[in-house]
């Protein structure tokens, strides 16, 4: 139980990222160039966010 | 508090967002539904990959502990992910200048290996859920 509590944990923060979700899919039109803008910078702020980094190991 | 009343419903929640996200034709008069489906699948395919790379990096031993295909897939997402979907924003960009059937075929080309690694990508996520359900 102990080893899985961090998943469980993990998962509820995840909630944030599936509110941002959400409000993603209320876009019904093209996105405005601050949206596209801001889409572009997230990408190229996952480049170098230690979760998106490959296993040296693998 | 016990596990259960911890225990959220990530994966209902992602079946409906995503069934909403790729099945929903609803654009804006005036708006092109190619771009609009390209532009809904890129944002929603960066929140589920990084959701899913966030979950596996801060808890990779008890998810491989789990299933080793977690960290592999995750590993697929990190290698390529990134690539995906830049290629499908400039995709999306040459099709915005220059809406050509050879452009649009490329663009829809890119968002369908977007859609396949949501799917695979929603697959492990819920995998781990699984096991967080499931656990004593």
């Given at each position: 139980?102990?080893?899985?509590?961090?998943?469980?944990?993990?998962?509820?923060?995840?909630?944030?990222?599936?509110?941002k979700l959400a409000g993603d899919l209320k876009q019904s039109g093209e996105l405005t160039p601050e949206q596209e803008k801001a889409l572009d910078d997230a990408l190229a702020a996952a480049k170098t966010a230690p979760a998106w980094q490959p296993d040296p190991t693998t | 508090m016990t596990s259960r009343a911890l225990q959220p419903k990530p994966r209902g929640v992602i079946v409906?967002?995503?069934a909403v996200a790729l099945v929903s034709c609803a654009t804006m008069p005036g708006s092109d539904p190619v771009v609009v489906n390209s532009e809904k699948t890129t944002q929603v395919a960066?929140?589920?990959?990084?959701?899913?790379?966030?979950?596996e990096h801060n808890n990779r031993a008890q998810l491989a502990?789990?299933?080793p295909e977690i960290h592999k897939?995750?590993?697929?997402?990190?290698?390529?992910g990134l690539t995906w979907l830049g290629t499908a924003r400039s995709l999306t960009k040459a099709y915005k200048t220059n809406r050509t059937p050879e452009n649009k075929a490329s663009l829809l080309?890119?968002?369908?290996?977007l859609t396949t690694a949501i799917a695979e990508s929603q697959k492990y996520?819920?995998?781990?859920?699984?096991?967080?359900?499931?656990?004593?």
């Open positions: 139980m102990a080893a899985i509590l961090p998943i469980i944990l993990q998962l509820l923060t995840l909630m944030p990222s599936l509110m | 409906a967002l995503l960066f929140d589920v990959f990084d959701a899913f790379v966030t979950l502990a789990v299933s897939y995750a590993e697929v997402i990190r290698r390529n080309t890119a968002v369908s290996v996520i819920a995998q781990a859920n699984r096991a967080s359900a499931s656990s004593p």
